[in-house]
């Protein structure tokens, strides 16, 4: 039963970078033709799609993050990466990663982390 | 950038009831990337719906989506204890705000 795990620090500094990792096990990473996600969620807020990316490396960022935003992928350790620099409190959330099921879920996030919450502060 | 407006914001329900969520798109979308979603308090999200009207490995048959164009529904036919939680509708790179199913 493939399974994503969430890891990294729960606290960064202003102006400093996020950077997270999700493990996938039970599964490989490389496995077509699926897309592996971030998403975010503020305190008590909605959800937000940071960004995506295929085993083979092609990316797709949120526009509205793609300055700072950076996703990566290493199959060698089965897991993808996101770091984003400069963050401020608007960037305080709790972060999932999760799997788009290209296959036979029509792009839906099949798979969820269970999130790992994020906390901007000095 | 196509925005997805739910309705309700919330809605007061009591178990054994019929729940109605809108999803509104401020364009025509494809059916096949419109999904919904159901959280509860603490907990990653839970793929209900994908494709505006399959369900999800595992969801109940009182789950049921459908819709086209710029609007879409989904429907929880009997409202179970376990049903109340927040309900988002999700096309591609989009969220919905969400719709909160509370007890009345």
């Known amino acids: 039963q493939l399974q994503l795990q969430e890891s990294g620090p729960g606290l960064v500094k202003p102006s400093e970078t996020l950077s997270l990792t999700c493990t996938v096990s039970?599964?490989?990473?490389?496995?077509?033709?699926?897309?592996w996600v971030w998403i975010r969620q503020p305190p008590g807020k909605g959800l937000e799609w940071i960004g995506s990316?295929?085993?083979?490396?092609?990316?797709y960022y949120n526009p509205s993050l793609k300055s700072r935003l950076t996703i990566s992928v290493d199959t060698s350790k089965n897991h993808f990466s996101l770091t984003l620099s400069s963050v401020t409190a608007a960037d305080t959330a709790v972060y999932f990663c999760?799997?788009?099921?290209?296959?036979?879920?029509?792009?839906?996030?099949?798979?969820w982390g269970q999130g790992t919450m994020v906390t901007v502060s000095s | 950038e196509i925005v997805l407006t739910q309705s309700p914001g919330t809605l007061s329900l009591s178990p054994g009831e019929r729940a109605t969520l809108s999803c509104r798109a401020s364009?025509?979308?494809?059916?096949?990337?419109l999904a919904w979603y159901q959280q509860k308090p603490g907990q990653a999200p839970r793929l209900l719906i994908y494709g505006a009207s399959s369900r999800a490995t595992g969801i109940p048959d009182r789950f049921s989506g459908s819709g086209s164009g710029t609007e879409f529904t989904l429907i929880i036919s009997r409202l179970e204890p376990e049903d109340f939680a927040v309900y988002y509708c999700?096309?591609?790179?989009?969220f919905g705000g969400g719709t909160k199913v509370e007890i009345k």
């Open positions: 364009q025509s979308v494809s059916n096949r990337y």
């Open positions: 999760a799997r788009k099921n290209r296959r036979d879920a029509d792009d839906a996030f099949d798979i």
């Open positions: 999700q096309q591609l790179g989009s």
């Open positions: 990316i295929y085993y083979r490396g092609s990316t």
């Open positions: 039970g599964g490989s990473i490389s496995s077509s033709p699926h897309y």
